[in-house]
């Protein structure tokens, strides 16, 4: 009678260990990705903050009358790296999943591509630089579309 007690007795035990162990692990990973969704969506805003002062920044030079070509050209050549879009775009690349990762250079080059319109003496308003800008809208909208749903996967 006695070990049949001793042995109810540590089934009991080895069960409250294993529940608590399970729920806990439950907690742990349900924190962890919490906090990975957390990380992703801040360096999801982070990377499309970059891309929009980048592309404000182009934007209003391009529309400048009051500026030659050679000086629209010299206000947007390093605008990309000085408002920090590629060091956004390394970060988001250690989050993100592949296909997020894929549209945000992407759109980092329709960015360039705007850029680079700007930069070969095209004011905004010229055909030129409406489809690059055009284009870097296309897919920034595409990202940002890649980027929610991955947010709502992973709650």
């Given at each position: 009678?006695?070990?049949?007690?001793?042995?109810?007795?540590?089934?009991?035990?080895?069960?409250?260990?294993?529940?608590?162990?399970?729920?806990?692990?439950?907690?742990?990973?349900?924190?962890?990705?919490e906090?990975?969704?957390?990380?992703?969506?801040?360096?999801?805003?982070?990377?499309?903050?970059?891309?929009?002062?980048?592309?404000d920044?182009?934007?209003?030079?391009?529309?400048?009358?009051?500026?030659?070509?050679?000086?629209?050209?010299?206000?947007?050549?390093?605008?990309?790296?000085?408002?920090?879009?590629?060091?956004?775009?390394?970060?988001?690349?250690?989050?993100?999943?592949?296909?997020?990762?894929?549209?945000?250079?992407?759109?980092?080059?329709?960015?360039?591509?705007?850029?680079?319109?700007?930069?070969?003496?095209?004011?905004?308003?010229?055909?030129?630089?409406?489809?690059?800008?055009?284009?870097?809208?296309?897919?920034?909208y595409?990202?940002?579309?890649?980027?929610?749903?991955?947010?709502?996967?992973?709650?």
């Amino acid at each position: 009678m006695q070990w049949t007690a001793i042995v109810a007795t540590a089934i009991g035990a080895v069960i409250g260990v294993v529940s608590t162990l399970t729920a806990d692990h439950v907690r742990w990973r349900r924190d962890l990705s919490e906090r990975d969704r957390d990380a992703m969506r801040t360096s999801y805003a982070q990377y499309v903050e970059a891309l929009t002062q980048a592309r404000d920044e182009i934007t209003q030079t391009s529309r400048d009358p009051g500026l030659t070509a050679e000086q629209r050209a010299e206000n947007v050549r390093t605008v990309i790296g000085r408002h920090g879009v590629y060091a956004r775009q390394h970060q988001l690349e250690l989050t993100a999943p592949v296909k997020v990762v894929r549209l945000a250079i992407n759109a980092a080059n329709e960015l360039a591509g705007y850029r680079d319109s700007v930069i070969n003496g095209f004011m905004r308003e010229d055909p030129e630089c409406v489809e690059a800008r055009r284009a870097y809208r296309e897919a920034r909208y595409r990202l940002i579309d890649a980027m929610r749903f991955s947010l709502e996967r992973r709650s």
